[in-house]
Each structure stands twice: as C-alpha cells, then as structure tokens.
C-alpha cells in the first residue's frame, strides 16, 4: 500500500515557476515509476509527466516538454514536478501517481496502468 499526498500547488502569473512535491508513504516506494497528471475543470484527467522507479527514465506529454521537469528522492520518498514559464493552460488540479509493475526503467502515461493516486493540489496560473 502506498499512500501519496501532493503540496505545492498556489496561484502564480504566467511565466512563473512551481515546484510542487508528492510524499510518499511506505519503504517500497522505490520500486514504483511515480507520474504526474493533471484535469482541468471539464476536461479529462491528462498525463504530464513520468519517471522510472530508479529515476533513469522520464517521459512528457508534448504541451510540458521544455516547460516541466519530473525527478525524485527515493531517500526521501518524494517525487517533484518543477514547473517553469507557467500558461494559463495549465491551470488544473494536479496529481501524482505509483505504478508498481514495470521495470526499474518503465514510465507509462496511461492513466490505468497506475495503482495509487494522490488527492491533488490545485495550480492556477493567471493571465
């Protein structure tokens, strides 16, 4: 069981910066690929970014690449999402998410393939 709870999130101007962290709880959590999505209000929940167990792998959706950077802390437990020159696109509720199937160098961004979610922290950028 791994039990995940995101922070971070605030109101910011466009072409601002967050970081926005996800703790994790349990002495596993290095054996799960973490991934950030994102929902906008009437929008489905969409994939942001991943990162493998070990953190040698990482993925991005097309609109964040440049823009965002994904990484973590294993010693810590806790997976980051920098988020620098912010739109007001990417304004939603972001949340992480474990997934503990793959190998040490999977990320996926299917939304189904995750086994744990967290409750989200809301991001709101102003135009």
């Known amino acids: 069981q791994v039990q995940l709870v995101e922070s971070g999130g605030r109101l910011v101007q466009a072409g601002g910066s967050l970081r926005l962290s996800c703790a994790a709880s349990?002495?596993?959590?290095?054996?799960?690929?973490m991934g950030w999505f994102r929902q906008a209000p009437g929008k489905e929940r969409e994939f942001v970014a991943g990162?493998?167990?070990?953190?040698?792998?990482?993925s991005y959706a097309d609109s964040v690449k440049g823009r965002f950077t994904i990484s973590r802390d294993n010693a810590k437990r806790t997976v980051y999402l920098q988020m620098n020159s912010l739109k007001p696109e990417d304004t939603a509720v972001y949340y992480c998410?474990?997934?503990?199937?793959?190998?040490?160098?999977?990320?996926?961004?299917?939304?189904?393939?995750?086994?744990?979610w967290g409750q989200g922290t809301q991001v709101t950028v102003s135009s």
């Open positions: 349990g002495r596993t959590f290095s054996s799960y690929s």
């Open positions: 990162i493998s167990s070990i953190g040698g792998s990482t």
């Open positions: 998410a474990a997934e503990g199937g793959g190998s040490r160098w999977y990320v996926t961004s299917h939304s189904y393939e995750y086994d744990y």
